[in-house]
């Protein structure tokens, strides 16, 4: 076997193969829709659609998102030609209150098997 097989017989073999970057895009804009499309359901109460969404987030992007509430408040309001109201409740609290929930609720699921699951709220135009 000469030296130019084996080189090419190593690379093939041997080499690390990363991931391929485009597939890797197309996976992360796959699980942002379906993270989009599961936010009404949580809006609405949904504790499946909560805990899907909490499988696919850390909690620490949904903690991040809540701080820019008042920014999606505000562009909102802007949207729609009126006043903002940063201290009425909005669908974002709602959103974030049952995803904090879901995710406490997962927590103590893990130690202990039979907790009761969590109230969550419906946000009501």
Known sequence: ???????????????PRAKDPVQEWRERVKRNEEMESLSPAIEEGDLQACIRYCQLCEESVVDRTYYYRDVYIKVAAMNEGYEPRYEDETGI???????????????????VPNTQEPVLKIWKL
């Open 1 to 15: 076997m000469s030296l130019k097989s084996r080189l090419k017989h190593l690379e093939q073999n041997i080499k």
């Open 93 to 111: 609290d709602v959103w974030y209150h049952n995803l904090k929930a879901a995710y406490k609720y997962l927590e103590e699921k893990r130690k």
